[in-house]
C-alpha cells in the first residue's frame, strides 16, 4: 500500500534559518514525489516534484528536496527562511502508473521574527 | 503556464438551496480533473476524479447524487452541491491533470458556507 507520513505537523523556525520539513514515504513502484505549499484560503502552489531524475531537486522561492530511495525520504529545506514562507506545506506521492495523489498530513510552517 | 480558476472564491448560500463551482483550466487542456474537499486544518479528501466527456468516479463515501459532476469540455469541470446543508460547508478545490498525468495542477479554492 502507498502512504506519506509527513513527521511533524507543526514546525517552527526563526526569520534567517534554515528549514527542514520531512516526509517519508512508502510505495510499491517508483513514485512520483511532489511538495505543494498552501497559504491560508488559498489552492496548491507546486514548489518542486521529483520524476526519477536527479535526486536533488530544487524548486521555487529558493527550497528543494532530496530524494533518498534507501531512507525512503523526501524531505524539504531551505537555507534561509522568510515571513513568507509561513504556510502549510503537503507532501504528495503519486505511485508510478496512476494518476491519483496520496497526500500528507501536512506541516505548518511558522517563521518568527 | 498551467492555470487553474474556480469560481466563485466564496459562496455563502441557505440550507436547501444548490450550488455550482467552476473549475477551468486557463492554459492548457485537462483531460481529467480532479474535485478535493479540505475541512479546517486538515488535508485534502479526493471527492471524485473527472475525466472530460465520461462519468466521474467517485470516491467510496461520497454521494454522487449530493455532489454532481459535469466534465463537459477540456477546459471547464463544474461540481454542483445538492440540496446543500451546514455540514457541506467546507473548502472545494479542484485540480487539472496535465498531459503525463503526474502532475496536478491546483485552483484558490472555493470556500462554501451554508447557513
Known amino acids: 500500500a502507498q502512504s506519506v507520513t509527513q513527521l511533524d505537523s507543526h514546525v517552527s523556525v526563526s526569520e534567517g534559518t534554515p528549514v527542514l520539513l520531512r516526509c517519508n514515504y512508502s510505495?510499491?513502484?517508483?513514485?512520483?514525489l511532489f511538495w505543494y505549499v498552501q497559504h491560508p484560503n488559498k489552492g496548491l502552489q507546486l514548489l518542486l516534484k521529483y520524476t526519477s531524475a536527479a535526486t536533488l531537486v530544487k524548486g521555487i522561492n529558493g527550497f528543494e528536496a532530496e530524494f533518498k530511495k534507501s531512507e525512503t525520504s523526501f524531505h524539504l529545506t531551505k537555507p534561509s527562511a522568510h515571513m513568507s514562507d509561513a504556510a502549510e506545506y503537503f507532501c504528495v506521492v503519486n505511485p508510478s502508473g496512476t494518476y491519483k495523489y496520496i497526500f500528507g498530513t501536512g506541516t505548518r510552517l511558522k517563521v518568527l521574527a | 503556464g498551467a492555470v487553474v480558476s474556480q469560481h466563485p472564491s466564496w459562496v455563502i448560500c441557505k440550507s436547501g438551496t444548490s450550488v455550482k463551482i467552476e473549475c477551468r483550466s486557463l492554459?492548457?487542456?485537462?483531460?481529467?480533473m480532479f474535485w478535493y474537499r479540505q475541512f479546517p486544518k486538515q488535508s485534502l479528501m479526493l471527492m471524485a476524479t473527472?475525466?472530460?466527456?465520461?462519468?466521474?468516479?467517485?470516491e467510496q463515501g461520497v454521494e454522487k447524487d449530493k455532489f454532481l459532476i459535469n466534465h463537459a469540455s477540456l477546459t471547464l469541470s463544474t461540481l454542483t452541491v445538492t440540496s446543500a446543508h451546514p455540514e457541506d460547508s467546507s473548502f472545494y478545490i479542484c485540480?487539472?491533470?496535465?498531459?503525463?498525468?503526474?502532475?496536478?495542477?491546483f485552483g484558490p479554492g472555493t470556500r462554501l458556507t451554508v447557513l
Open positions: 492554459d492548457f487542456q485537462a483531460t481529467t
Open positions: 485540480s487539472a491533470g496535465g498531459a503525463s498525468l503526474d502532475t496536478q495542477y
Open positions: 510505495s510499491s513502484y517508483s513514485p512520483s
Open positions: 473527472s475525466n472530460e466527456g465520461s462519468k466521474a468516479t467517485y
